[in-house]
């Protein structure tokens, strides 16, 4: 089963606020699951990416939360800007170098 | 350096002409992929070229689509007979191929906009 469930689709935050999009996945061969962010017109960019080796990974504002046992994997942005407001992916990796994505997050951050 | 390149930015055809579309990896990157995104859906995966190797068509979703990747470089997305269902974002993404074998990141281009009147 290759298939990466992402929720929610979309999410309203305030500024300063906590984003949390969450992403399970069943095929246990996945060993890379990475971030993307895409902005309007412009092509996914990587953000974060995390091994199942970690429970979790931080990089400023950005974390994930890795839960093997329960298959399921999430981005936390704290302290949210308008700036952050962006589409994010999820996806899946496994030694083959195929990804598969989730159906996206769109996220606006109001001022 | 430069990034993965793409072009058109833009492309509008009528329904039954054929569509080229180009893709510029970044320079050193073996692996080449071609993803669709439909207007605010995910992307899904087309094909995926790694160096001499038999590209991976998995992805195609009909024999209207067809890929190729000379001198292991650019690569042509070619769909033929188009219709009004594969108007999308067209993406290309390419990666380092690392030995022995891990996970390396793909790095995206900007897509290109098809759509078939």
């Known amino acids: 089963q290759q298939q990466v469930k992402q929720s929610p689709q979309s999410l309203i935050v305030q500024k300063g606020g906590i984003s949390i999009i969450n992403c399970a996945y069943e095929?246990?061969?996945?060993?890379?699951f990475p971030w993307y962010q895409q902005f309007p017109g412009k092509g996914p960019a990587l953000l974060i990416a995390?091994?199942?080796?970690?429970s979790e990974k931080k990089e400023g504002r950005f974390t994930i939360s890795f839960n093997k046992s329960a298959k399921q994997f999430s981005l936390h942005i704290m302290d949210s800007q308008p700036g952050d407001s962006a589409t994010y992916f999820c996806?899946?990796?496994?030694?083959?170098?195929?990804?598969?994505f989730g159906g996206g997050t769109r996220l606006m951050v109001k001022p | 350096g430069a990034g993965v390149s793409q072009s058109p930015s833009n492309k509008v055809t009528e329904k039954g002409k054929d569509v080229e579309l180009r893709c510029d990896p970044i320079s050193g990157h073996t692996a080449l992929y071609w993803y669709r995104q439909s207007l605010g859906q995910g992307l899904e995966f087309l094909i995926y070229f790694q160096g001499n190797s038999a590209p991976d068509k998995s992805g195609l979703p009909s024999d209207r689509f067809s890929a190729e990747r000379t001198g292991g470089s650019v690569s042509t997305l070619t769909i033929q007979r188009t219709q009004q269902e594969d108007s999308a974002v067209y993406l290309c993404?390419?990666?380092?191929?690392?030995?022995?074998?891990?996970?390396?990141?793909?790095?995206f281009g900007p897509g290109t906009r098809l759509t078939v009147l």
């Open positions: 996806a899946a990796e496994n030694a083959g170098n195929m990804l598969t």
């Open positions: 095929n246990t061969a996945f060993d890379y």
């Open positions: 995390i091994r199942p080796d970690v």
């Open positions: 993404a390419s990666s380092k191929f690392s030995s022995p074998r891990t996970t390396d990141t793909q790095y």
